[in-house]
């Protein structure tokens, strides 16, 4: 989507390793969340972020953290990956009261 | 905890027909609802986005109400295209964490 990219957009790792994921915006956006979409369960927040260094949970967040040093960038790190951590992952940013969220094009990540 | 839930899980149709998709939440305090279609393997795409203060909002073919009293939200498409196929998700506005809540969404096939 315009204004936000995520890399890498694939990814296939093994158990116990570590791996970070990327979210990028153009924009000046405050909000910055992470999202994990699994069948049957559908898109379920991680963590969010709501300015620099200023980051929170949300109802998923056990086993991963993130970083926000800059207001353009938002990481998300699997500090030792799951097989339960197989999943597409979202990034969004919230661009305003009147245009809603945008979302990126999501990061395929297998672990095995 | 705050749900949002999309009846039917799974919608067929044949091309031409008006359909209605039904979100419904357990917050009435809601702050803003948004309409996103995902198409197989792809991103959210935002559709619609009704602010807490308004009662629904239009694009082409596109209509989305909110009833908050009700804890309602519709999403209706008129003369479907095949084109219109695809898993259509709604999600609703925590005020203060502006975190959206996502359902599990409603996949639609239009069939030529």
């Known amino acids: 989507d315009a204004g936000i990219t995520q890399s890498p957009r694939h990814k296939v790792t093994e158990t116990g390793t570590p791996v970070t994921l990327r979210c990028h915006q153009t924009e000046n956006h405050r909000y910055m969340y992470w999202y994990r979409q699994d069948p049957g369960h559908g898109l379920r927040l991680i963590h969010y972020?709501?300015?620099?260094?200023?980051?929170d949970k949300g109802e998923v967040s056990d086993g991963y953290s993130v970083s926000r040093s800059k207001t353009e960038d938002f990481l998300l790190t699997l500090e030792s990956a799951t097989s339960s951590q197989t999943s597409v992952y979202f990034c969004a940013i919230k661009t305003g009261p009147d245009y809603g969220y945008t979302f990126g094009s999501g990061t395929r990540l297998t672990v095995v | 905890k705050q749900e949002v839930t999309q009846i039917p899980a799974a919608l067929s149709v044949p091309e031409g027909e008006n359909l209605v998709l039904n979100c419904s939440f357990t917050d009435s305090a809601i702050y803003n609802l948004q309409w996103f279609r995902q198409d197989p393997g792809k991103g959210l795409t935002s559709l619609l986005l009704?602010?807490?203060?308004?009662r629904e909002q239009t694009s082409g073919r596109l209509n989305a109400s909110l009833d908050k009293s009700s804890g309602r939200s519709t999403l209706y498409i008129a003369a479907s295209q095949p084109g219109d196929s695809a898993t259509y998700l709604c999600a609703r506005v925590e005020g203060g964490s502006e975190k959206l809540v996502f359902g599990k969404g409603t996949k639609l096939t239009v069939n030529p």
């Open positions: 972020s709501y300015g620099v260094k200023d980051t």
């Open positions: 009704i602010q807490s203060s308004q």
